[in-house]
T-cell receptor
Framework: GQNIDQPTEMTATEGAIVQINCTYQ??????LFWYQQHAGEAPTFLSY??LDGLEEKGRFSSFLSRSKGYSYLLLKELQMKDSASYLC??????????WGAGTKLIIKP | GAVVSQHPSWVICKSGTSVKIECRSL??????MFWYRQFPKQSLMLMAT?????????EQGVEKDKFLINHASLTLSTLTVTSAHPEDSSFYIC???????????FGQGTRLTVV
């Protein structure tokens, strides 16, 4: 079967750094997405990785290791507005998005 | 990124009535539209995938006669919840993808409450 695992919930302090991990087992791989979703809103795109390595985009970075079936989203200089759920999703061999359950990130002052 | 406009943002309807949700791709041609449902504190659940001009492919456990999907044009797809029941209350989100593009763009979502 296809499986995406990520922690259910994480807590971090404003101004700090947090890393949200995602491991996957899918039938084929055509890239991995990270989305941010605030409560009651649709997900918004953060990053897309299809090659191994680190992609940096402002305060957010995403890393991928295809051999390990592993990715992480790194958030630096955390702000209160970063409190949200972060969804990991993999595009499988049929170009279908397989979604993780999401990680709820709580930022404390 | 590209824009998918979804309406309405929220709707309250009586049990037994039907509700139509529209998704329009404003600046790209959405050859494929995905319809998701999300219950509180849960991840997105794919309901169906539709390609423009073709019948939608429904996920296991999703009633095709209850959730009618139309994708007659490259810029418009609709989901109609027929004979709605309180258990259909959920957050419905569409996502459109263009030909040869891997990223899918989300609509704003529709909060459906059936009373």
């Amino acid at each position: 079967g296809q499986n995406i695992d990520q922690p259910t919930e994480m807590t971090a302090t404003e101004g700090a750094i947090v890393q949200i991990n995602c491991t996957y087992q899918t039938s084929g791989f055509n890239g991995l997405f990270w989305y941010q979703q605030h409560a009651g809103e649709a997900p918004t795109f953060l990053s897309y990785n299809v090659l191994d390595g680190l992609e940096e985009k402002g305060r957010f970075s995403s890393f991928l290791s295809r051999s390990k079936g592993y990715s992480y989203l790194l958030l630096k200089e955390l702000q209160m507005k970063d409190s949200a759920s972060y969804l990991c999703a993999v595009l499988d061999s049929n170009y279908q998005l397989i979604w993780g359950a999401g990680t709820k990130l709580i930022i404390k002052p | 990124g590209a824009v998918v406009s979804q309406h309405p943002s929220w709707v309250i309807c009586k049990s037994g009535t039907s509700v139509k949700i529209e998704c329009r791709s404003l600046d790209f041609q959405a050859t494929t539209m995905f319809w998701y449902r999300q219950f509180p504190k849960q991840s997105l659940m794919l309901m169906a995938t539709s390609n423009e001009g073709s019948k939608a492919t429904y996920e296991q456990g999703v009633e095709k006669d209850k959730f009618l999907i139309n994708h007659a044009s490259l810029t418009l797809s609709t989901l109609t919840v027929t004979s709605a029941h309180p258990e259909d209350s959920s957050f419905y989100i569409c996502s459109g993808r263009g030909q040869g593009i891997t990223e899918a763009f989300f609509g704003q979502g529709t909060r459906l409450t059936v009373v």
